[in-house]
């Protein structure tokens, strides 16, 4: 039986991936016309960019606290109330721009909200997926939850455009509607998702610094931090570059969205096969793969400026994606310890997250500064040092392929919540991976000094 079939055969795997989903899409399309609402309203371009910016602020100011939590309370229940929170925001909005009173700062603080139930959702859903998911098939449900989120990227952009093309509330109900699908769909979940029973609890501030000391004092988690936050920055800004420079020489903006969809299309492509791929390489070595593909892939972009370059590029780059992130993603979960995985997730997410709004920055910056064509160098160049990261780290480099570090969750199968395919009554300590792989290389214990984010 593939990978794929025995994942959906659990239950609660189906339940959570469904409800990520649809939330997903709901999400997307309320972010994509939030700024074009905004605008409409005031004219400004900068209170439209604020309102984006004031979504980011609210996952960002939410991220540690909604680590704290998913480790602390019933993940379940943390995930419902996110979603309930949303689905009263968005309600929110409807109803005010029903009524006519719609305003900016209702829509910003709408925003606000909005971020800040992704930042209290994700701690709780990674740690709600270690504790449904079979150890040994981690890496095919990271994959896949990646090729979903692909799609609904994909798909609630143009879908939130058509609506608002009907209303300045309709998007906002599909987006309110989709939250509250979410939560009836969470309320399905068998397995007792709560805290371990024998969790020492601290202040929160003592929480979240014992997550910081787990990522930082370990050269793996350590290394693959830092090099997320260089990749989104580099990447992201490659980007914009990309297509700010298409905008600039005057292509059609239909063919600079094609180049945008042909992305999404390869991510989700590249989600769908990235159970295979993970399977076939070692996951250190997939990982500074993954790390190095968009050097070679954009550097032609140095001399070729046109939307079917840029869309073969930036598209290969995104299609490996979804490999790395499902490889390396899977074993880090899977080797960090139950009561600490909320905030070492939340960790990673804040971190990875926060150079993402520097990236328009810095391609604008460049642009303007050097031309296009030294723009792309210099961020291709950067791109090449971010690289060698993970490249130069042993921890990161040696972790062994996906049947090797997994075999080893295999044996503590018996104690993973929903053995055997029941559910469990009342929580267990979840045993952890060996530290040790079948060719006797160190894998990254759950407590030691050791390696990958």
């Excluded at 989104?232 to 059609?252: I, S």
């Excluded at 994606?321 to 074993?331: F, L, S, T, V």
């Excluded at 961020?379 to 130069?392: E, F, I, M």
Aim: proline share 7%; glycine share 10%; net charge positive.
């Amino acid at each position: 039986m593939g990978p794929h079939r025995e994942l959906h055969r659990h239950h609660d795997v189906t339940v959570l991936m469904a409800a990520q989903t649809v939330s997903e899409l709901g999400t997307q399309a309320g972010l994509f016309v939030l700024p074009l609402i905004t605008y409409a309203l005031t004219g400004s371009t900068v209170l439209a960019g604020l309102a984006g910016a004031a979504n980011l602020l609210g996952t960002a100011l939410a991220a540690l606290p909604g680590g704290v939590l998913a480790d602390r309370v019933d993940r379940r229940r943390l995930m419902r109330t996110s979603s309930a929170l949303g689905a009263l925001s968005s309600t929110s909005v409807v109803v005010a721009a029903l009524l006519g009173a719609l305003t900016v700062p209702h829509l910003l603080a709408a925003a606000f909200v909005t971020g800040g139930c992704a930042g209290l959702f994700a701690p709780a859903e990674i740690s709600a997926l270690r504790a449904v998911v079979p150890p040994h098939l981690l890496p095919t449900a990271i994959g896949q939850q990646v090729g979903r989120q692909r799609v609904a990227d994909l798909v609630g952009a143009p879908l939130g455009g058509l609506l608002l093309g009907l209303a300045r509330w309709a998007p906002y109900v599909l987006d309110a509607v989709a939250y509250a699908v979410a939560w009836v769909t969470l309320g399905r979940l068998q397995t007792d998702l709560s805290p371990s029973a024998t969790r020492r609890r601290g202040t929160a501030r003592a929480d979240i610094a014992e997550g910081l000391r787990f990522v930082w004092s370990r050269p793996l988690f350590r290394t693959l931090m830092v090099w997320s936050m260089g990749s989104n920055l580099v990447v992201n800004a490659l980007f914009t570059a990309a297509n700010l420079r298409l905008v600039r020489d005057g292509y059609p903006a239909w063919q600079i969205g094609l180049v945008d969809a042909s992305a999404g299309v390869c991510g989700v492509l590249g989600a769908l096969a990235a159970p295979y791929v993970v399977e076939r390489f070692p996951t250190g070595r997939l990982t500074v793969l993954v790390a190095w593909s968009f050097v070679p892939l954009t550097l032609p972009l140095v001399v070729l400026d046109d939307p079917v370059a840029v869309a073969v590029a930036l598209s290969l780059g995104v299609f490996l994606n979804p490999a790395g992130n499902g490889g390396m993603g899977a074993y880090k979960v899977a080797v960090t310890p139950a009561e600490l995985v909320g905030r070492v997730q939340s960790v990673g997410q804040l971190m990875a997250w926060s150079t993402i709004p520097l990236a328009p920055v810095v391609a604008g910056v460049l642009l303007s500064t050097v031309g296009g064509a030294w723009a792309v160098g210099v961020l291709v160049g950067l791109g090449a040092l971010v690289a060698l990261l993970p490249t130069l780290v042993r921890s990161v480099r040696l972790v062994p392929r996906p049947s090797e570090w997994r075999e080893q969750c295999r044996t503590s199968e018996a104690d993973w919540p929903g053995a055997g395919g029941g559910q469990r009554v009342a929580p267990r300590p979840q045993a952890r991976p060996s530290p040790v792989g079948p060719d006797r290389r160190a894998l990254e214990p759950a407590g030691a000094a050791a390696r990958h984010p």
